[in-house]
């Protein structure tokens, strides 16, 4: 139900990011800062995405006020989201926004004690998909035989993680159901950090959120030190996980567990990734007003993004950055919150019991 509930709010994009009327807001924003934070470091996807709508947003914004994004890392994202939990509307008046992340969203939907938000506090005004590709050293690629990781199976892994409970455990579980011996560096305060220990020979895997990929690794795959093992791959309107459509000929995780015997598509493993991945990528970056935050704010706020999306050039601009992933506002944003923020009891579970016998973790 809740991959049905995401698909259709992919489904509805087109609606959801056509213009509305003009006239539907008067909040004046000249001369003003907006702070965009975002609770990540600078070397990640979440700043990507935030340096790619700042700009526009400044342009689309009534006063056309200077946006600036600010970086508060620290515990995994809980710590920038606890800080913007205590901010109100009254006290910023419209000048500060927040970026969240799936990272964020996990610690909320798995009860981590050190989570002192809500999202029922806040106000989405922008909500966006992506998706997520793991990738290999060219040697360790090698050993798949076609989608078949059998191969990788005897080879001991180090990867550079922001901690099991992030959406770094939608890849865990993955390579953990695949077979794969993947020891977690824990701690890292951003993916970019991941990829460079990659880079640095630090680690022998990793994996980056769509427009980090991009951007950072796509580089490493042309120079030929990096080659991607497969997508995390995205919901088709049905629900069902189909290939990225940013990455079109690279496998799913759901075919290279078709491919590999001992991975099953089926069963208590399978229906916990698959909920997570949705929490995690089809809803995977917002942007909220703090708590208290006026309706005028939210339609001005809401409309700028619109506005945005709407420009001819947006496809454009974004391909390279964003992907090609659905960008929502509105109605269809409060969906894909919702739908990120709840996962089935069973699904949760599962996971609360994986990470307490695989990294000693718990949240109970």
């Known amino acids: 139900m ?12 087109a609606l959801a990011a056509a213009p509305a009327q003009a006239g539907s807001h008067g909040m004046d924003l000249s001369g003003e800062t907006v702070e965009f934070v975002i609770p990540f470091s600078e070397s990640g996807g979440s700043a990507k995405w935030a340096n790619f709508y ?9 006063g056309n006020p200077t946006v600036v994004v600010k970086y508060m890392p620290g515990a995994g994202s809980t710590k920038g989201a606890n800080w913007f939990q205590d901010q109100t509307f009254e006290e910023t008046n419209g ?28 106000n ?11 990738y290999l050293p060219p040697d360790i690629a090698e050993q798949m035989d076609g989608m078949d990781a059998t191969g ?11 901690g099991a409970t992030r959406l770094d455990l939608v890849p865990l579980l993955a390579w953990r159901m695949l077979g794969m011996n993947v020891e977690p560096v824990f701690g890292i305060e951003g993916r970019g950090d991941g990829r460079l220990m990659f880079e640095r020979g630090e680690a022998n895997i990793d994996y980056q959120t769509s427009s980090s990929y991009l951007k950072g690794v796509t580089p490493l795959v042309e120079g030929g030190s990096a080659v991607p093992m497969m997508s995390w791959g995205a919901l088709d309107e049905a629900g069902n996980i189909v290939r990225d459509p940013t990455f079109p000929d690279m496998p799913s995780f759901k075919e290279v567990c078709e491919a590999t015997p001992a991975c099953s598509t089926e069963g208590e493993a399978w229906d916990a990734w698959k909920a997570f991945f949705v929490a995690g990528f089809p809803a995977q970056k917002m942007v909220f007003l703090p708590q208290g935050a006026s309706d005028d704010a939210i ?66």
């Open 299 to 364: 339609a001005t706020y809401t409309q700028a993004f619109r506005d945005i999306i709407a420009r001819e050039d947006f496809a454009e601009m974004s391909e390279v950055t964003l992907g090609d992933y659905p960008q929502m506002t509105g109605d269809a944003a409060k969906e894909t919150l919702r739908q990120g923020t709840q996962v089935p009891a069973e699904a949760k579970a599962y996971v609360k019991d994986w990470l307490l016998e695989a990294y000693g973790v718990s949240l109970d």
């Open 54 to 62: 700042a700009p526009l947003l400044s342009e689309a914004l009534p």
């Open 2 to 13: 809740a991959a049905f509930g995401v698909a259709a709010v992919v489904a509805s994009f």
């Open 152 to 162: 990788l199976q005897d080879i001991d892994f180090i990867w550079g993680s922001q």
């Open 124 to 134: 989405v005004v922008l909500a966006s998909g992506t998706g997520g590709v793991a």
């Open 95 to 122: 000048t500060l926004i927040f970026g969240s992340s799936g990272s964020t969203q996990f610690p909320y939907l798995l009860d981590d004690p050190r989570v002192r938000y809500e999202y029922g506090d806040w």
